[in-house]
């Protein structure tokens, strides 16, 4: 990697936490070709049913991976003072799971928040913590502030009603925050906690919302409606009917996972993002039933049922990414067309991702 932009990272420890699932290993690789070392804390039983050597490159016998949680402080603060910078990616994040029992978000998401942030507070080495939140926390947006007088607002509103059936809102950075689920609310709950806390030692902070992550090797959960390129994908390559919840007019900011990866990495090490809230998206908004569609082309044959809406699931809207581009000076790369397609062949090639449970469904569909 030839950034200039990385090289404060060369030779630097960097923990992630939950740095062995899909996205923390992702960003784990995307340091080491930096030239950091990323020390890898996780508990290691998000995928008990894929094997995170094969699938996610973590060997968990490495010393540079630790086996713990986030909870336990002496674990935490051993980690955070090897460390020059530290990236919080570990938190419960299936939305489903978390608002059928809120107690594990809040012990993972906030009450481990909270233990690392206390950690990192107390630690002069730690030059810059990259707090990992989520677009979620905007929830449907405000009506209200999409108000815009203007003709060319007026034009684009037409077309984005012909298109997605009614105007998708993007969030800007200062959009008010309105959580619709506990997952989202601990996430809200975290980017506060963070400007409090590192903010009033002067510890250097960043929060990035992720907007809708997919890509290789995510592998979808039981009674979860997160990840909706897996789900999609999985399904169809099984015979299976995509389920479009409420129609599937939802709409949602596609984020490949590989860019995800180089943003977060890019805001660890980016000057102007000290102090800095920074959307990661496209900009670009795709709606469900587009995901399925896309899906549908590499499995020909495939049939859509329309299914009730999950509580907790937003209609969603789209990033604004003007702090993004001017902070980072970067882009994503990978279209959702692309990436649909290269999850679509990375499932056909590792077929023993798609869960027993799901397997078993399929038989009793066809039987």
């Known amino acids: 990697m030839h ?6 990272l060369a030779g630097r420890t960097v923990l992630v936490t939950g740095g062995a ?3 923390g290993s992702r960003i784990a690789a995307f340091l080491r070709q930096a030239g950091a070392r990323p020390l890898v804390l996780c508990t290691l039983d998000a995928y008990p049913q894929v094997t995170y050597r094969d699938l996610f490159g973590i060997d968990p016998t490495d010393p540079d991976v630790i086996v713990g949680d986030i909870q336990n402080p002496d674990v935490v603060r051993e980690a955070v003072i090897e460390s020059d910078h530290v990236i919080h990616a570990a938190a419960l994040a299936d939305v489903a799971a978390c608002t059928r029992k809120p107690m594990a978000p809040i012990h993972t998401n906030i009450t481990g928040t909270q233990v690392l942030l206390d950690a990192v507070a107390a630690c002069e080495r730690t030059r810059r913590l990259v707090f990992v939140s989520s677009a979620s926390v905007y929830g449907n947006g405000n009506p209200k502030d999409r108000a815009r007088p203007c003709e060319e607002y007026r034009t684009v509103r037409k077309l984005l009603e012909a298109v997605y059936g009614r105007v998708p809102p993007q969030f800007h950075e200062h ?3 309105r959580p619709m689920s506990v997952y989202a609310n601990t ?6 906690q963070t400007a409090l806390t590192l903010g009033a030692v002067g510890t250097s902070y960043t929060i990035v919302r992720y907007f809708s992550v997919y890509g290789e090797p995510q592998v979808i959960k039981e009674n979860s409606h997160s990840w909706v390129v897996a789900w999609f994908a999985t399904r169809a390559a099984l015979g299976l009917p995509l389920h479009l919840n409420g129609g599937g007019h939802q709409i949602r900011d596609l984020v490949h996972v590989d860019d995800i990866a180089a943003a977060t990495v890019r805001a660890l090490a980016a000057p102007r993002a000290h102090n800095e809230t920074i959307n990661i998206g496209t900009g670009t908004p795709t709606s469900i039933r587009t995901v399925a569609e896309l899906v549908a082309a590499q499995y020909p044959g495939t049939r859509f049922v329309e299914t009730p809406m999950p509580p907790g699931d937003p209609l969603g809207g789209y ?3 003007h702090r993004m581009e001017a902070v980072l000076g970067w882009r994503p790369t990978i279209t959702v067309k692309e990436g649909v397609a290269r999850y679509a062949g990375w499932l056909d090639k590792w077929p023993g991702a798609i869960p027993a449970w799901l397997r078993a469904e399929s038989g009793a569909a066809t039987a």
């Open 21 to 23: 699932g899909l996205i």
């Open 175 to 177: 959009t008010p925050l």
């Open 319 to 321: 990033a604004a990414t």
């Open 3 to 8: 950034d200039t932009q990385f090289k404060e």
């Open 187 to 192: 996430k809200a709950w975290g980017e506060t």
